[in-house]
Antibody, heavy 124, light 107 residues
Framework: EVQLVESGGGLVQPGGSLRLSCTGS????????MDWVRQAPGKGLQWVGR??????????EYAVSVNGRFTISRDESKNSLYLQMDSLKNEDTAVYYC???????????????WGQGTQVTVSS | DIQMTQSPSSLSASLGDRVTITCRAS??????LAWFQQKPGKAPKSLIY???SLQSGVPSKFSGSGSGTDFTLTISSLQPEDSATYYC?????????FGGGTKVEIK
């Protein structure tokens, strides 16, 4: 069974840092693009960033709102995806989800699996 | 950025009704459009990819259509378990963007 489990959320002060983890199981982690998506309280879904697969050297993309503050990385040996969040702002308060993307010709890279999410609260 | 506009933002329908949600992209995205279902307090669930392909395990009462800029999600016969918020998402360009959501309630 494909599973994604996030961890690492919590309460942090503005300007602080936090690292989220997402561990995958039931699939070959390195073969998939992986993304972070967040949802502020009572709001919709917002894409945060992406790590491409091993074949694409795990290169990354970021939303403008987090570029330069957040960093996505992987540990292949642990089947884990990370989101290092620095210089956190109140508006980064959200539930953070990791997602797996699968590729099919003529279908592109589409989300097909979501973790349960981890809560990040930025507040003094 | 590509803006995704969903309509309506909410709807109330009766059991057994056919429900249609619309999603419009601010520019052409080919068929790189996905739909997700989210119930309160839960993670989103992937329903449809490539505008009309059903994710594994998703019941056939869900269907999607469209290409270019205009897309629809249809629930053929509304049931209590379909009460949720539905989001569209384009994955043709970075940044990936979502619609604002459509909340579906049962009358």
């Amino acid at each position: 069974e494909v599973q994604l489990v996030e961890s690492g959320g919590g309460l942090v002060q503005p300007g602080g840092s936090l690292r989220l983890s997402c561990t995958g199981s039931g699939f070959t982690f390195s073969d998939h693009y992986m993304d972070w998506v967040r949802q502020a309280p009572g709001k919709g879904l917002q894409w945060v960033g992406r790590s491409r697969d091993k074949a694409n050297s795990y290169t990354t993309e970021y939303a403008v709102s987090v570029n330069g503050r957040f960093t996505i990385s992987r540990d292949e040996s642990k089947n884990s995806l990370y989101l290092q969040m620095d210089s956190l702002k109140n508006e980064d308060t959200a539930v953070y989800y990791c997602t797996r993307s699968t590729y099919l010709q003529n279908s592109g890279y589409y989300f097909d699996c979501w973790g349960q999410g981890t809560q990040v609260t930025v507040s003094s | 950025d590509i803006q995704m506009t969903q309509s309506p933002s909410s709807l109330s329908a009766s059991l057994g009704d056919r429900v249609t949600i619309t999603c419009r992209a601010s520019q052409g995205i080919s068929n790189y459009l996905a739909w997700f279902q989210q119930k309160p307090g839960k993670a989103p669930k992937s329903l449809i990819y490539a505008a009309s392909s059903l994710q594994s395990g998703v019941p056939s009462k869900f269907s999607g259509s469209g290409s270019g800029t205009d897309f629809t999600l249809t629930i053929s016969s509304l049931q209590p378990e379909d009460s949720a918020t539905y989001y569209c998402q384009q994955y043709n360009n970075y940044p990936l963007t979502f619609g604002g959501g459509t909340k579906v309630e049962i009358k």
